[in-house]
T-cell receptor, first 113, second 111 residues
Framework: DAGVIQSPRHEVTEMGQEVTLRCKPISGHNSLFWYRQTMMRGLELLIYFNNNVPIDDSGMPEDRFSAKMPNASFSTLKIQPSEPRDSAVYFC???????????FGPGTRLTVT | AQTVTQSQPEMSVQEAETVTLSCTYDTSESDYYLFWYKQPPSRQMILVIRQEAYKQQNATENRFSVNFQKAAKSFSLKISDSQLGDAAMYFCAYNNNDMRFGAGTRLTVKP
């Protein structure tokens, strides 16, 4: 099994630009999660999907952030416009069912200058 | 809301010795899952061990075992025969359809 796949692994962009992060969950998993990790705030859950439907987006910091899951094998997290405070590592994770263990992708390190 | 507390920001252990990392959580639920994740410098989040709340028997995975005290809402991780490769951040997590992570404990292994 390939595990959770994220792209890109690193992203450097200028303030004001649009950023799109991509995730392919493990085949057969029906739940997908987006996290953000920073030194100051630790690991934060941004949004999660169950059967491609967004269940809870209360962790999304503001309207500049949006996430989609058009099918069971693909999800995106978009930041528009990006700001320096968005710099962080963004993880995607998937699980077979909501309460079960989550498997994490390698993360995307985002730097906004 | 469920909260997860790891009271030890940093821990250190001598190679081949045993170390225990603490975790407590707050919940009013009776059925849930608990996990320990390891995050080495590569930043990959790796599942170490899981525990179902309805199981009284403590989970074990090779050198890793837990001490699950449901009434006390405590879930500690014991690492036996510590190895240099065990050095990492360790996160405790609670899940009842809404995963919550602790702040993490940084483990250093001294040769």
């Amino acid at each position: 099994d390939a595990g959770v796949i994220q792209s890109p692994r690193h992203e450097v962009t200028e303030m004001g630009q649009e950023v799109t992060l991509r995730c392919k969950p493990i085949s057969g998993h029906n739940s997908l999660f987006w996290y953000r990790q920073t030194m100051m705030r630790g690991l934060e859950l941004l949004i999660y999907f169950n059967n491609n439907v967004p269940i809870d987006d209360s962790g999304m910091p503001e309207d500049r952030f949006s996430a989609k899951m058009p099918n069971a094998s693909f999800s995106t997290l978009k930041i528009q416009p990006s700001e320096p405070r968005d710099s962080a590592v963004y993880f995607c994770a998937s699980s077979f069912e909501l309460p079960y263990e989550q498997y994490f992708g390698p993360g995307t390190r985002l730097t906004v200058t | 809301a469920q909260t997860v507390t790891q009271s030890q920001p940093e821990m250190s252990v001598q190679e081949a010795e045993t170390v225990t990392l603490s975790c407590t959580y707050d919940t009013s639920e009776s059925d849930y899952y608990l996990f320990w994740y390891k995050q080495p410098p590569s930043r990959q989040m790796i599942l170490v061990i899981r525990q179902e709340a309805y199981k009284q028997q403590n989970a074990t995975e090779n050198r890793f075992s837990v001490n699950f005290q449901k009434a006390a809402k405590s879930f500690s991780l014991k690492i036996s025969d510590s190895q240099l490769g065990d050095a990492a951040m360790y996160f405790c997590a609670y899940n009842n359809n809404d995963m919550r992570f602790g702040a993490g404990t940084r483990l250093t292994v001294k040769p």
